[in-house]
């Protein structure tokens, strides 16, 4: 029987100042299944951070760290990434990985490993999902992706009946997606849903 692989458990250390990169990095991260530690998502009303904090740290497999002009003058930063350093070198199987949102020398801790660009932050969060998740084709990231959203109990106002579709959840086309609506007189009920032109998928229901 083949061995499953190991959920990716991920730490996000990061500057305010760059929290929309963040919160991208993490969405994009938490969609593909990864379980990503993000302050504004981990830290509720209450908690004691540093607690919280050191629950994160003492269990990530990769720690990414955003690195910045800004991060390089934040003292939480430089904490985080020492932890996450000295747990590296205990755990072989946990990783640090340099994010680079600009051109910042990075800290001399991490100057030896490779970093991700991130100055196009769609192609660096497309190369980040590769480290961690695989080298999946597009097709496949956005399957991955679809079956996600497909789980989360929200509404597509453009289409309330149906769940956010990136692509359709059988055969991953992008383009050929369609609307439709009707009223049904029978059931006197107004129903709506989207169908795929390729594979003839179908979903819907009453609005």
Known sequence: MPTRRKRRRVFLSYNKADVDVARSVGAHLALAGVDVWFDEWAIKAGDSIPGRLNEGLRAFNAFLL????????????????????????????ARVIPCRLDLTPLPPLVEDRKAIDFSDRQRGIEILLAELVGNRSRRDRLLALQ???????????????????????????????EGWNEYARTHEGHYAGLRCLNCGWEDGGEV
């Open 66 to 93: 955003l690195w910045s002009a800004k991060a390089s003058r934040s003292k939480w930063v430089r904490q985080e990434l020492n932890s996450a350093v000295m747990r590296a070198v205990k755990k072989r199987t």
């Open 147 to 177: 079956h996600v959203l497909s789980d989360l109990d929200v509404t597509w106002h453009d289409n309330p009946a149906v769940n956010p579709i990136l692509c359709c959840p059988h055969c991953g086309e992008e383009q050929r997606i």
